[in-house]
């Protein structure tokens, strides 16, 4: 079975700080999906970014960053120079296509940024 | 494209009541829909996978008799909650994929829920 784990339940910063979120997974699986996703207070689910299991390249995206890492099974995610819209709820989460994609969610980490 | 609508977007019912969520792809045909329940604070969980034009498939520890799903087209699936009392108030949130890119979810805005 596959398991998604977000540490950190809950992360404060001051404006214009850099924030990392952690992201371990685990599965047995070698073809997987691996996403990032932010829920604001309005709840609709935002997605940031899909990654397959067989691309370690990490990516940045404006402000944003992953670090995708087999060996470690983590895909971490960094906002840079964080603003007070990032206040958001972001969960990570993995899809195993041997299992028909379904998403499996990590518990998710609330940040707020304040002014 | 690839736009996910629910309605209705919120929802007050009382016990006892059925309440039913509709979930729509708009510009596209969905060959599978999810659906995930999240209350306060907690991440989202599946509660079943339905395909177009058979019977949704359910995860372990969710009541297919309480919640109904149909997915009767490619455009469309239903979520009945039958009964419902006070412990069934969540969020609920439709997901829909498309044959070509099953690896790839597009989400609804959410429903919630609230049982009197």
């Known amino acids: 079975a596959q398991k998604v784990t977000q540490a950190q339940t809950e992360i404060s910063v001051v404006e214009k700080e850099d924030v990392t979120l952690d992201c371990v997974y685990e599965?047995?699986?070698?073809?997987?999906?691996l996403f990032w996703y932010k829920q604001p207070p309005s709840g609709e689910l935002v997605f940031l970014i899909r990654?397959?299991?067989?691309?370690?390249q990490n990516e940045i995206s404006g402000r944003y960053s992953w670090n995708f890492q087999k060996s470690t099974s983590s895909f971490n995610f960094t906002i840079t120079a964080s603003q007070v819209v990032d206040s958001a709820v972001y969960f990570c989460a993995l899809a195993i296509k041997a299992a028909g994609n379904k998403l499996t969610f990590g518990g998710g980490t609330r940040v707020l940024v304040k002014p | 494209g690839a736009v996910v609508s629910q309605h209705p977007s919120r929802v007050i019912c009382k016990s006892g009541t059925s309440v039913k969520i509709e979930c729509r792809s708009l510009?596209?045909?969905?060959?599978?829909m999810f659906w995930y329940r999240q209350f306060p604070k907690q991440s989202l969980m599946l509660m079943a996978t339905s395909n177009e034009g058979s019977k949704a498939t359910y995860e372990q520890g969710v009541e297919k008799d309480k919640f109904l799903i149909n997915h009767a087209s490619l455009t469309l699936s239903t979520l009945t909650v039958t009964s419902a009392h006070p412990e069934d108030s969540s969020f609920y949130i439709c997901?829909?994929?498309?044959?070509?890119?099953?690896?790839?979810?597009?989400f609804g805005p959410g429903t919630r829920l609230t049982v009197l």
């Open positions: 510009d596209f045909q969905a060959t599978t």
């Open positions: 990654r397959n299991s067989f691309d370690e």
């Open positions: 997901s829909a994929s498309r044959r070509l890119a099953a690896n790839e979810q597009f």
């Open positions: 599965t047995r699986d070698t073809t997987y999906y």
